[in-house]
């Protein structure tokens, strides 16, 4: 699974940023207080290699969404860049970025709301086929789309059913080969088992491992649960208030965090406790707002080891070992954050 770290990346992302509006409520037109903005992601950059699986993982509301939207500017990006296989996306014209979509698609958290409720499985997992002029007759897309329908272990007898009469699982399924349709390269994954039950969460998690190998995809795969990320990523990447704090090789960041961030949420999980490690470590309080993120290192308010600098001196991401960069002033010092009295 891994690869060579000199690989060209297929996809990379420079200091990409995205800030929505948020829409004013009444009170603050009635009192003229101005228009609040959300930094959702901030300042982010890496890079995905060919045949990579990209783990993306933080807490609910740290960005992770928006900046898979972003790359594929389905949320258009404020500043920064996104490359696609040489091509600069963010540069595309609208119809040159449609034409890119078909290159590069996403699988949504929830199946259900994802699907046109009024639309059949073959009118839904077809649409690409002529939004991107795929198949020259109507019986030519009905064929391509069964094709991509039995590949992810539906039966043709599902094309003329409607979503609701499929389980969540099922439904997922649907999701996946609207996305693989159109033979794409590179594919957001957002939590797409996140909302399934756990025992149909490995069905799909083996589903798409074994799409990408056979049809030489690259992923970036958004999950909150380190105990997916830690199963099928190469290399994973840390959010925290819109930014990466750590990125590197899966193994390394899973058996040796070194950002703070990190370490409190794998001691959060029993499954990656390491072997004698059984105390967890309290990731006290709640993500900050990021309509208001907090001066410095946006981690400082809930750090156990945050310092004066902290709370005033961004960190910047620095190379801690092989592929591996995390943001904290005080990495240099080999600290870990305490583990919590076993309760
Ligand atoms: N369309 C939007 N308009 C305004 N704010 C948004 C929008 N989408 C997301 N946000 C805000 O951006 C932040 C990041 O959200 P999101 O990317 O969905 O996080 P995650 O996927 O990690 O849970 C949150 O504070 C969220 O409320
Ligand atoms: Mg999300």
């Given amino acids: 699974m891994s690869h060579a770290p000199d690989t060209a990346p297929l996809l990379s992302v420079e200091g990409l940023s995205k800030t929505y509006r948020s829409g004013r409520r009444l009170a603050d037109r009635l009192t003229g207080r101005p228009e609040t903005q959300v930094r959702a992601v901030n300042n982010v950059s890496f890079g995905i290699r060919p045949g990579e699986i990209m783990g993306l993982i933080g807490e609910s509301g740290c960005g992770k969404s928006t900046l898979g939207r972003a790359i594929l500017r389905l949320h258009e990006p404020t500043s920064g860049r996104v490359t696609f296989g040489g091509t600069d996306v963010t540069a595309l014209s609208d119809d040159e970025m449609k034409a890119m979509r078909r290159r590069m698609q996403i699988i949504f958290q929830d199946p259900y709301a994802s699907l ?138 899973l058996s040796n965090p070194r950002h703070p961030y990190t370490q409190s949420l794998m001691s959060a999980v029993p499954e990656v406790d390491r072997p004698g490690h059984k105390a967890r470590v309290r990731l006290t309080g709640d993500l900050p707002s990021p309509l208001a993120p907090p001066p410095g290192c946006k981690f400082h308010t809930r750090c156990p080891l945050a310092t004066e600098i902290c709370r005033h001196k961004a960190p910047v991401s620095e190379t801690v070992g092989a592929g591996h960069t995390a943001a904290c002033h005080r990495l240099h010092e080999n600290l870990s954050v305490p583990e919590a009295e076993p309760a």
């Fill in 116 to 253: 046109n409720p009024r639309r059949t499985v073959a009118e839904i997992v077809g649409l690409p086929l002529s939004l991107h002029g795929l198949a020259k007759t109507p019986a030519e897309a009905r064929d391509i789309t069964a094709a991509i329908v039995e590949k992810v272990g539906l039966k043709t007898a599902h094309l003329d059913r409607y979503p609701h009469q499929f389980s969540g699982g099922q439904r997922q399924r649907i999701g996946i080969a609207r996305a693989l349709v159109s033979h794409p390269e590179f594919i957001v994954c957002d939590e797409p088992v996140s909302a399934l039950d756990v025992s149909i969460q490995a069905q799909i998690i083996q589903l798409l491992t074994d799409l990408k190998r056979e049809m030489g995809l690259t992923y970036l795969f958004i999950s909150h649960d380190i105990s997916v990320i830690g199963y099928l990523s190469d290399r994973v990447a840390v959010m925290y208030l819109g930014e990466v704090v750590e990125l590197g090789p899966v193994e390394t960041v």
